[in-house]
Structures are given as C-alpha cells and as structure tokens.
C-alpha cells in the first residue's frame, strides 16, 4: 500500500518434468499457479515492446468450478518501483513483465508469478486459427468505430485500406483482424475504456469456451504454434500440464471484475495526463470480496 504524491502539494492514498494427461496433476499445477497475467500488448509491426493496454487477472478455482477475471485499467495511476509515478501501462514498458508484476503487487496487493502476453497482431492469427469469434455488434455507429481501428492497422501492416472490413451489423462470425478490432475500439464511445475493458473480458472467455471445444492434439498443435510468439514464463510442458484442467472446466462458471469499481475513483490530470485515481478502501474491498469464497 502505498502513498503516491502527484503534482507537488497533492498527495492522494493509493493501494497500497513430465507432461503429465493425469487430471488430478493439472488441477494441482492450476492450484499452484493461482493468478495468471493476461497482457495485450500494443506493439506494432516492427516494434520489440510497447504499452500494455489489455492487463487482465486470471484466476482459476478448480474447486468453486470458477473462473474469474479481473480488469485493471490502464490509465490508472501507480507508484512504479525505481519510476515516477505514472498510469499503469505504463510498467510493462519501463520494466518488461517483472517490472508490472511488482508494481501490481505493490499496489494491491495481489502476487503473480505466471503471466502470458500478445501483441495485437498475434491475437488476431490465435483467433483466425481457433476459427474466429462470434461477437455482436450493437449498431452501424459502433461497426464504423471497429472499422477505423481496422483500417489504422491496415495502414500500419501495408494492406489496402478496405482489407477485412465489417460490412453489417449484428451478430456475426469475426475474423482475428476484426475481433481484436471490437476488442480494442474505444474512440467516440460514451463509456470509453471502460467499456473497452468489457469487450476485452468477452473476447478472452469466448476464446477460452472455443479452447475448450477442442481436442488435446489440436490444443498441443495450436501451443506449439504459436509459444515462440508469445510473451510468456510458463514452458510448453506447463501449458500442456494445464490442458487437461482447461478442458474440465468448460461448464465453470465466470465471474468479472474491473478496477477501478463503479463508483469508486476519479479523474485527475498529472503532469498532463489524464489518469484515474481508485477510492483505496472501495477497490481493496472488491479485490477481497472477489478473490474470497465463503
């Protein structure tokens, strides 16, 4: 728990080996692991590291039959460990994974030993490969807003600016390149990154019910595949000692969380940015009543 002293005179309290297919010795790694980091990263073609704007909190409690996952907002302002205090995402870019892990601990209080990061690009070939989303889109307004975040890539990646555009909307099958697309749209929205972190939420657990429809050896194919690309500390034979588990809790149930809560924060400029700054006790609270079961 920490104090963090913003603009000079302002100080605001902040919160602080075998691949095994036994069942009972993936549930016991899962129990193990307790927390993994999910993190999409916004690093370009071309870039080696970038911001993370996706950071969400992976627990899994085989015993409840639960997953949960917990969003952290990445304009959320943190003290950074050697680093002046600044947003969140901020940490992954300054210090790599290790660098986040510490920070998020510091700041509230949750360990993490395990994380798993994408880039936006990769996220878009994994979904391709799973053989795309079924997402919703709530009308032509929010279509145009997916598609501007396609285009943006589409020029980035040197494709014709039309490439791979929705055409409608409503319910409908997504590629890779227009699901991470719906996932990232923020601009011209009334709910913002608050809502991005939502959609965000949508996309890992429908990715996670597609990974549960599929067989051990296409799951082996499909982590082999793509493991090299990956930002990642667990090893292939971890992800494989996790199948079996993953596999067994596709009728778990699934509970969400976003930091800050509703209600809970409020907007402050900092040395010209705009971060959220979380009421200490609402969001220490949530994080408790969220990771405890009765």
């Known amino acids: 728990l920490e104090e963090i002293l913003l603009e000079e005179g302002d100080q605001i309290e902040f919160y602080d080996d075998a691949i095994s297919d036994s069942l009972e010795a993936s549930l016991e790694k899962v129990n193990e692991m307790s927390h993994i980091l999910l993190l999409g990263i916004d690093a370009r073609p071309g870039q080696t590291t970038g911001r993370t704007d996706t950071m969400i909190i992976l627990t899994v409690d085989t015993n409840n039959q639960k997953i949960k996952l917990m969003s952290l907002m990445r304009d959320i302002i943190v003290a950074i460990p050697g680093r002046e205090n600044n947003r969140l995402n901020s940490a992954y870019y300054f210090g790599g994974p290790d660098l986040l892990l510490q920070t998020i601990e510091n700041n509230f209080g949750i360990h993490i030993e395990h994380y798993v990061g994408v880039n936006f690009s990769l996220l878009a070939d994994l979904i391709d490969q799973i053989g795309g989303l079924t997402l919703t889109v709530e009308s032509e307004y929010y279509m145009d807003r997916i598609n501007a975040v ?60 597609r990974l549960t429809e599929m067989s051990m050896v296409e799951l082996s194919a499909l982590a082999m ?29 699934i509970e969400e969380l976003r930091l800050p809560v509703d209600g809970g924060y409020k907007f402050q400029t900092v040395r010209g940015m705009s971060v959220i700054v979380p009421d200490r006790t609402m969001t220490m609270e949530a994080i408790a009543e969220f990771l405890t079961e009765d």
């Not at 809502?195 to 890992?204: F, K």
């Open 150 to 209: 396609i285009k943006e890539d589409n020029k980035v990646l040197g494709l014709p600016e039309d490439d791979g555009l929705l055409t409608h909307a409503g319910e409908q099958l997504m590629t890779g390149k227009q699901a991470q697309a719906y996932a990232r749209y923020r601009y011209g929205t009334s709910d913002g990154d608050f809502g991005r972190t939502a959609r965000q939420r949508e996309v890992i657990t429908k990715i996670f019910h």
């Open 225 to 253: 595949a793509n493991l090299g690309n990956v930002v990642t500390n667990l090893t292939l034979q971890d992800i494989m000692l996790l199948a079996p588990a993953m596999l067994s809790l596709k009728d778990a149930e």
